[in-house]
């Protein structure tokens, strides 16, 4: 069982950067795959980046790739997901979650995998 509370949401300008961190509770957090999504209002949960237990192999949605980074502490039992280049449309409420075991890379994007959710951090790119 993991617990995952995010943080470090807020209003940024376009262009701007913020830092989301994910602190997880629980033992063996190297065993848990984790996975940032986001939902913007009347919009489905959209997939956003995911990284595997060790850390060693990352995912992104195409529409973040090159501005947005997904890293872990395990020590700290910590993901964090830096996004640079912020723009209006990543306007969203952010959920870190978790899945026990490996990410697949043709399942990786599914909302269904992850067992484990925090309760999201709101962010908000002003135009």
């Known amino acids: 069982q993991v617990q995952l509370v995010e943080s470090g949401g807020g209003l940024v300008q376009t262009g701007g950067s913020l830092r989301l961190p994910c602190a997880a509770s629980?033992?063996?957090?190297?065993?848990?795959?984790v996975g940032w999504f986001r939902q913007a209002p009347g919009k489905e949960r959209e997939f956003v980046a995911a990284i595997s237990g060790r850390g060693g192999t990352t995912y992104y949605a195409d529409s973040v790739k090159g501005r947005f980074t997904i890293s872990r502490d395990n020590v700290k039992n910590m993901v964090y997901l830096q996004m640079n280049g912020l723009r209006p449309e990543d306007t969203a409420t952010y959920y870190c979650?978790?899945?026990?075991?490996?990410?697949?890379?043709?399942?990786?994007?599914?909302?269904?995998?992850?067992?484990?959710w925090g309760q999201g951090t709101q962010v908000t790119v002003s135009s």
């Open positions: 979650a978790a899945r026990i075991g490996s990410l697949y890379s043709t399942t990786y994007f599914q909302a269904r995998q992850y067992n484990y």
């Open positions: 629980g033992r063996t957090f190297s065993d848990y795959g």
